[in-house]
T-cell receptor, first 109, second 113 residues
């Protein structure tokens, strides 16, 4: 049974810092891994999708890496901004998606 | 290109009542998945529909049921509502295996009183 864990559960940083969010999973037989952003009370916005054959994906200030053998993915946010404040969720894709509980990020101006 | 559309956005129901939530998938997607998200938690997988059949199911009681129509839209039905059913219900669409990722709607906030 797949289990997904996200560390840290919450993070508060000053504006401009680079930061790393972690996602670990127990079953390495995944099709892909997807990172989402969720604002309070809203739906999920897809940030990056990494296929199982890929090592990383980049979009603007965001970079996500995937290491299937160790069951880990990281989301790197460069030069954080107050607008980045949200909950970040990862999920292992395929037929039955499993989410972590998320990392709540607060970026202070 | 319309994304995933969910209706209604908010709903208040009384314990014991029944509720139906609706979802229209993103154009080009044929698979719809439903999730329940309690406050402060990650989304929990309820079930997935493809070709008008339930293909996968999470750990939810039979009070939770669904339907998919020929145009790929879907409904989530919850019977005999409990206070604990209060949550944000999210719908996501994808290709059958989710190989190209999932697209989520904005959700329906259900409050049971």
């Amino acid at each position: 049974k797949q289990e997904v864990t996200q560390i840290p559960a919450a993070l508060s940083v000053p504006e401009g810092e680079n930061l790393v969010l972690n996602c670990s999973f127990t079953d390495s037989a995944i099709y892909n891994l997807q990172w989402f952003r969720q604002d309070p009370g809203k739906g999920l916005t897809s940030l990056l999708l990494i296929q199982s054959s890929q090592r990383e994906q980049t979009s603007g200030r965001l970079n996500a890496s995937l290491d299937k053998s160790s069951g880990r993915s990281t989301l790197y946010i460069a030069a954080s901004q107050p607008g980045d404040s949200a909950t970040y969720l990862c999920n292992t894709g395929g037929f039955k998606t499993i989410f972590g509980a998320g990392t709540r990020l607060f970026v202070k101006a | 290109d319309a994304g995933v559309t969910q209706s209604p956005t908010h709903l208040i129901k009384t314990r014991g009542q029944q509720v139906t939530l609706r979802c229209s998938p993103k154009s080009g997607h044929d698979t719809v998945s439903w999730y329940q998200q309690a406050l402060g938690q990650g989304p929990q997988f309820i079930f997935q529909y493809y070709e008008e059949e339930e293909r996968q199911r999470g750990n939810f009681p039979d009070r939770f049921s669904g339907h998919q129509f020929p145009n790929y839209s879907s409904e989530l039905n919850v019977n005999a509502l409990l206070l604990g059913d209060s949550a944000l219900y999210l719908c996501a669409s994808s290709d059958i295996g989710g190989f190209y990722g999932y697209t989520f709607g904005s959700g329906t906030r259900l409050t049971v009183v």
